[in-house]
């Protein structure tokens, strides 16, 4: 395989490796784009503790569909951010779930196998992490190979509970086929770690030991939301100033647009609220994906001039962004399987530490907003449920919403920070309990 590699901002003092890690993550980004930071934030912990830290990741972005890392003819870069190191890799692009992405997938699993067993380095620990398996599965040929020890992180079990969900043969025989490949990977793994609550009971059921099993969840680094990055994109800017002269209430949502995240609902519930002169309440959706000219269909077939849609901003902006609105939403759609495994949602979390209230329309088996005391839960899929929440909150007195919002922040800061999380990860690789 032919490398280009370029180094950006490297280490400036030399760190002594108490243990190299390496952790296979096709979807991994860094904190300046959309996407999750999970593994880099973790990453940071590591490294100040004295560890080496290597994320290997795919350069082509899952929620911009662009490439966004590899230059020219490169196969592969090679970046330091904050002391954690980043490898790249090139794939085909893809816009939407169709065989381009299959081909995606495949050729980021086979690169990144090929790859790690050409670097001279030895890791001591390799963690492959899903949602799909075949990036974990390279992960533990690797691990094999390079005789280190595997963890195997499952960030949504849905190859144990997709049977619950209504699908045609071809389907299940495809969910059948991931699960037997996800449980080969909790027998041959070292540890596991389960993203979502419930994962512990459903892989003791499945006979693992409870020995390997551990929990962490999606967490926050709340320095981001001291930093506050205004440099938002010039349209989304311009709204937010006069939406704040007009007195908006705004509603915020942000990341994908998905069928699966109940958009329908939103839309429905503007509709309800204009019906009933709620004028002054808008809703700002942050995001792109293949719903969504569906969804701008639908905004403009009701007439709702109360619904406004933004594209993906970076990470670094989006703590700006929440405080700039008085409440945030997160919803999905009625969906049996979370009700067993549970949720870990990244943008709750970062909902919570922005230290505003929070609406959920979500059925699961947990609800960190309940748990806090953030915020309103409704029902999935009942726009007038939705509706009556969010004129509750419009009603409320802003002291009260405040309140709502401090306790979410304190709640992230015990429970779902990065140093609290980053301390659970190292008690994994110390073969430690906690």
């Not at 209504?166 to 993203?195: C, D, H, T």
């Not at 999905?332 to 990244?346: C, D, E, W």
Request: proline share 5%; net charge positive; aromatic share 10%.
């Amino acid at each position: 395989m032919k490398c280009y590699v370029n180094h950006f901002g490297p280490l400036t003092t030399e760190v002594i490796s108490i243990k190299n890690i390496w952790i296979v993550n096709h979807y991994a980004v860094s904190p300046e784009l959309p996407g999750g930071t999970r593994h880099f934030d973790i990453g940071k912990v590591l490294v100040e503790r004295g560890y080496k830290v290597t994320i290997f990741a795919a350069g082509y972005n899952h929620w911009t569909l662009k490439e966004e890392k590899i230059r020219g003819r490169e196969s592969w870069r090679e970046e330091y951010i904050e002391g954690v190191r980043f490898i790249w890799i090139r794939t085909p692009p893809y816009k939407r779930n169709d065989y381009k992405r299959v081909i995606n997938v495949l050729t980021f699993s086979l690169r990144v196998l090929l790859l790690c067993m050409a670097l001279k380095e030895k890791p001591d620990v390799i963690v492959g992490s899903s949602p799909h398996f075949f990036a974990p599965l390279s992960a533990y040929i690797i691990a094999r190979k390079r005789k280190a020890r595997f963890i195997y992180e499952d960030r949504d079990l849905w190859g144990q509970t997709l049977t619950l969900t209504p699908l045609n043969k071809g389907k299940r025989f495809f969910v059948s086929l991931m699960a037997k490949l996800e449980k080969f990977l909790y027998q041959r793994a070292w540890k596991i770690i389960s993203v979502p609550p419930g994962g512990i009971e459903i892989l003791k059921k499945l006979g693992i030991p409870s020995n390997k099993i551990y929990h962490i969840p999606n967490g926050v680094d709340i320095s981001y939301f001291q930093i506050m990055d205004k440099n938002l994109p010039k349209e989304l800017d311009s709204f937010l100033r006069d939406a704040k002269r007009e007195n908006y209430f705004l509603i915020v949502h942000t990341g994908r647009l998905h069928r699966a995240y109940g958009l329908d609902n939103v839309l429905q519930c503007s509709s309800l609220l204009n019906s009933r002169g709620y004028t002054k309440i808008h809703f700002v959706l942050v995001g792109d994906g293949e719903d969504k000219e569906r969804l701008l269909g639908i905004k403009e077939k009701l007439g709702l001039q109360n619904v406004h849609f933004f594209p993906l901003i970076p990470k670094t902006t989006l703590p700006y962004l929440l405080k700039q609105c008085d409440v945030a939403l997160a919803c999905l759609n009625r969906v049996p399987r979370y009700k067993i495994t549970g949720l870990s949602l990244n943008k709750l979390v970062h909902y919570m530490a922005s230290g505003i209230p929070v609406i959920t329309a979500i059925e699961a088996l947990n609800n960190p907003i309940e748990e806090a005391g953030s915020g309103l839960s409704v029902e999935p899929e009942n726009p007038e449920a939705l509706c009556s929440a969010i004129i509750s909150f419009y009603n409320m007195d802003s002291k009260e919403r405040k309140e709502m919002g401090r306790k979410g922040l304190e709640y992230i800061k015990n429970n779902l920070s990065t140093p609290v999380l980053g301390g659970k990860f190292l008690k994994v690789i110390e073969d430690e309990r906690y």
